[in-house]
């Protein structure tokens, strides 16, 4: 398999899109565009700090339970990043403890955290940001394709949890939430996809 397009950030084997953990984050996070830009402000700071952190500390992380570091690494910054987001709006982050808790597990599945040896801190930390800036943009680009149409309005983040600005009023919502489940369904039929042709790929001895 052609190096380059494994490790492209967008659909590359080894980018952030290519595991189940981010298929996760963009069902739970698009629902509502508030949720998008919260996640993305979560996955900025995790992945940066989480990749600065692992670049400067490669050299005494074992190999033996890397990821076990890695994701003890990058669950510190989610805490951090959960304890921000309570001093800013406590009803917002019970909202999305669980989108927050999946970051770290999403790290794992990036570039910097499968090349972590190989990689120069300027580069890993490049590659977090933009692995970060293209997950974060497909979530927030199906939030508002998704919130639209299941709830008649868009909403963004505010201290006392969302604030909703709405546009339509149907009294008979349900076809509209049809949509939108159907709509992640889709997101996570293609993921399971994805995951079965990866298991084939290994079982028939191909290489990845």
Not at 30 to 44: C, D, K, M, N
Not at 57 to 63: F, T
Not at 91 to 117: A, H, Q, R, W
Request: charged share 15%; glycine share 8%; proline share 5%.
């Amino acid at each position: 398999m052609n190096k380059h397009l494994e490790a492209h950030p967008f659909w590359g084997s080894q980018g952030p899109l290519f595991s189940l953990s981010s298929g996760a984050l963009l069902v739970l996070a698009s629902p509502r565009l508030a949720f998008a830009l919260i996640t993305v402000l979560a996955l900025i700071f995790i992945y940066v700090l989480s990749a600065v952190v692992s670049l400067c500390a490669k050299k005494i992380i074992p190999r033996a339970g890397r990821y076990l570091i890695l994701i003890f690494i990058a669950g510190f910054f989610s805490s951090v990043f959960a304890l921000i987001l309570s001093l800013a709006s406590p009803l917002l982050v019970l909202e999305l403890n669980i989108i927050i808790l999946l970051v770290p597990v999403s790290f794992i599945n990036t570039s910097v955290s499968k090349n972590l040896d190989t990689l120069a801190p300027d580069d890993g930390l490049y590659e977090a940001v933009l692995e970060a800036m293209i997950l974060g943009g497909l979530i927030t680009a199906l939030a508002l394709i998704r919130e639209p149409f299941s709830y008649g309005a868009l909403s963004i983040p505010g201290r006392q949890g969302i604030i909703e600005w709405a546009f339509a009023d149907s009294e008979n919502p349900y076809f509209s939430h049809l949509i939108s489940t159907i709509a992640g369904g889709f997101i996570v039929l293609g993921y399971a996809v994805a995951l079965a042709r990866k298991i084939r790929k290994k079982n028939s001895g191909a290489e990845e």
